[in-house]
């Protein structure tokens, strides 16, 4: 297999989970910031969408969105699952990481690239920079409500350690970098990142 790598939350993500799961395939950088996804030869060979991250596997099929590429790595990799064991499990994690994704990491990642990473994205996909700080707000609001959710709980799913961690994780180090640090107020939160911090897989 090889994986089409890059800066930013998204690659970061996937990069955590193949090390939890003990997945290692070839890497293959691509310069984000240079715009090189968003070349023909990317698009055409690898994701008509011009995004990363991207697995490729043996037989030359591609799977892309990040939940899509850590569910087909869940199933191949080894050691417990990250998903679930049951369909209670697995319908529960999936509705973390949906929550987590729609409220915070595509606020989060609207704010930074309305604002701070306007330059480089204006020229690649319709942005709205009045809304920047707008969105900005609302994935801290959508953090403050998550550490009232992690009130007494190890993880998000409990004491289950899931892909919606990860996902949380790689975007709110991400916003940590751009402006967007965790309020102080949100101790559960926190406490939760320092314990993502201290896992092996967070040296991905």
């Known amino acids: 297999m090889k994986f089409y790598n890059s800066v930013g939350p998204n690659p970061r993500m996937v990069r955590i989970f193949m090390a939890e799961k003990g997945v290692t395939p070839e890497l293959v950088d691509v310069d984000l910031r240079g715009g ?4 023909s030869d990317y698009m055409t060979k690898v994701n008509p969408m011009g995004q990363l991250p991207a697995l490729v596997l043996d037989d030359g099929q591609v799977i892309t969105e990040i939940t899509a590429i850590c569910e087909y790595l869940d199933e ?17 994690t999936r509705m973390w990481t949906r ?50 959710q992690m009130d007494g709980k ?10 919606a961690d990860i996902l949380l994780f790689a975007f709110l180090e991400f916003g940590a970098n751009v402006g967007q640090a965790v309020n102080d107020n949100n101790k559960n939160v926190i406490a939760w990142m320092e314990r993502m911090k201290a896992r092996p897989s967070a040296a991905a």
């Open 36 to 39: 090189e996804n968003r070349q």
């Open 76 to 92: 191949i990799g080894k050691g417990d699952s990250l998903i679930g064991k049951d369909a209670r499990e697995r319908a529960e």
């Open 99 to 148: 929550r987590i994704d729609l409220h915070i990491c595509e606020t989060m990642g609207a704010a930074f690239r309305f604002g701070p990473g306007l330059k480089m994205f204006q020229s690649r996909i319709h942005c709205i920079p009045a809304a920047a700080e707008d969105f900005a707000q609302i994935a801290q609001e959508k953090i403050a409500w998550l550490n009232d």
């Open 154 to 163: 190890e993880w998000v799913c409990g004491d289950r350690f899931t892909m």
